[in-house]
């Protein structure tokens, strides 16, 4: 049974960096897709950043430049380092994988498996 648990969360002043990180539990595929998603409160679930079994990664444009996605599969962890905080941040952050998948899009419903969530709180 896969099981994705996230950690990491917690509260920063704008500006600041946090590391999210996934422990991913049960997963056996040579080809997948792991993913970063964010809901803050009243607004929809939104894709932030991926990485394939390749290695290949994406970004949401907001988060360029500041948000870096790895993995380190010795560890069978996800990784989300996040740099350069914005209050507009502020959300439950999700990890979530896809089996087979080639990150082709930040569309949740091609994701099979989830974590439960981790906080993130940026203040100005």
């Known amino acids: 049974q896969v099981q994705l648990v996230e950690s990491g969360g917690g509260s920063v002043q704008a500006g600041g960096s946090l590391r999210l990180s996934c422990a991913i539990y049960?997963?056996?595929?040579?080809?997948?897709?792991m993913g970063w998603f964010r809901q803050a409160p009243g607004k929809e679930l939104e894709g932030v950043a991926s990485?394939?079994?390749?290695?290949?990664?994406r970004y949401v444009d907001v988060v360029k430049g500041r948000f870096t996605i790895s993995q380190d599969n010795a560890k069978a962890t996800l990784y989300l380092q996040m740099n350069s905080l914005k209050p507009e941040d502020t959300a439950m952050y999700y990890c979530?994988?896809?089996?087979?998948?080639?990150?082709?899009?930040?569309?949740?419903?091609?994701?099979?498996?989830w974590g439960q969530g981790t906080q993130v709180t940026v203040s100005s």
């Open positions: 979530a994988l896809e089996y087979g998948g080639i990150c082709s899009s930040f569309d949740q419903y091609r994701y099979n498996y």
């Open positions: 049960g997963f056996t595929a040579s080809s997948y897709c």
């Open positions: 990485i394939n079994s390749d290695g290949s990664t």
